[in-house]
């Protein structure tokens, strides 16, 4: 059995064990190609979640509001994957074996030469800005939860957004 705690400090007793599987139900998908967006290998980004469910796990003490948890959590796989990128880390593992898909080679080739375009724009932008860009459009976060993820203000999240866009569409607009 799980153990309890008033995580809300108003004497409500919340099960840490179940949050932290309820949380895990909810978003661990999402956090995988949020960590898939920081480091190339799938099998990396799974660790990364991994890790940082594990961490959480262990600080679940320090959670004093159960409705900012996934809040912590993405910041958790945020900074995990900065550390990977940082260090140069490695997955243990090989990547698993590639899925069979319908569509021709050329149309795979496209959307594969895009998206690399995009990671590396993304991947050249400053770290905030990166940060920023990838939590609103592509976890789809309001900018009041980017703030709480980052720990920045809705302003500064703002900020980072429009010069983050203005970058990328410099960058992906260029004539090659």
């Not at 108003?10 to 898939?36: C, H, M, P, S, Y």
């Not at 860009?133 to 976060?141: I, S, W």
Request: proline share 3%.
């Amino acid at each position: 059995m799980g153990a309890t705690a008033d995580l809300s400090g108003d004497g409500i007793q919340v099960d840490a064990d179940a949050l932290i599987g309820a949380l895990f139900q909810a978003e661990a998908a999402r956090l995988v190609q949020l960590a898939r967006w920081f480091v190339d290998d799938r099998t990396a980004a799974e660790d990364l979640v991994q890790e940082a469910f594990v961490r959480l796990a262990r600080s679940q003490h320090r959670i004093n509001d159960p409705g900012r948890a996934a809040a912590y959590l993405r910041s958790i796989v945020v900074n995990l994957a900065r550390d990977h990128n940082r260090r140069g880390l490695m997955s243990l593992r090989h990547r698993p074996p590639a899925e069979v898909d319908d569509r021709s080679a050329e149309d795979l080739a496209a959307a594969d030469e895009s998206r690399r375009e995009v990671i590396a724009a993304l991947r050249g932008l400053p770290r905030r800005q990166r940060d920023c860009v990838v939590l609103r459009y592509y976890l789809e976060l309001s900018v009041g939860e980017i703030a709480e993820t980052l720990g920045l203000s809705p302003n500064s999240v703002k900020t980072h957004l429009q010069r983050g866009l203005r970058s990328l569409k410099a960058e992906l607009e260029e004539p090659r």
